[in-house]
């Protein structure tokens, strides 16, 4: 038996004793001897870690921590979006939709109202990807390549 089980049942054993003793009935003293007893249990119980491993924690524990990167789900996103056009629009368009607003905003230019001004601002290959009436392109469109990417972001670095 382990030593805790032996304590439990000694404590149990010595209420027991100790209600005989002052003269308590019999059939109080079960009743005080078994409240404790439950009381034990109930404590052992909530106390006690769990008996099986849980699979998750385990698992986590076996994995090494790396360390965080703020840029890895864009870098997944940009290098995603040079599978078709229609990923380039979908996954790139947001973004550099967003940049580019913000930097035009800076000067006065709304991307969504003046026209000339956005296309003359980022150029006709950048306006044409974050203009707002703009639809996804035919499946046989070209994609944007690393290199448009980096001509985006140049002329949104010089605005």
């Known amino acids: 038996m382990r030593p805790r089980t032996v304590a439990a049942v000694f404590a149990a054993l010595a209420s027991g004793a100790t209600a005989v003793a002052f003269g308590v009935p019999a059939g109080i003293v079960i009743e005080i001897v ?7 249990l109930a404590h052992r119980l909530l106390t006690a870690g769990p008996t099986v491993p849980d699979v998750f924690e385990a698992t986590l524990a076996q994995r090494p921590s790396a360390p965080h990167d703020p840029h890895s789900a864009l870098r997944r996103k940009v290098t995603s979006a040079h599978t078709t056009a229609a990923d380039s629009h979908r996954i790139l368009r ?3 939709r967003d940049a580019a607003a913000v930097r035009l905003q800076r000067h006065g230019i709304d991307l969504d109202r003046d026209r ?8 006709p290959h950048l306006f044409e990807l ?4 703009r639809q996804r392109p035919d ?9 448009d990417l980096t001509d985006a972001i140049d002329r949104l670095e010089q605005l």
């Open 116 to 123: 000339d001004a956005a296309t003359r601002a980022l150029g």
């Open 139 to 147: 499946a046989d469109a070209r994609p944007w390549t690393s290199q």
């Open 130 to 133: 974050v203009r707002p009436e």
């Open 34 to 40: 078994l409240a404790l007893a439950l009381t034990i």
């Open 94 to 96: 947001p973004i550099l």
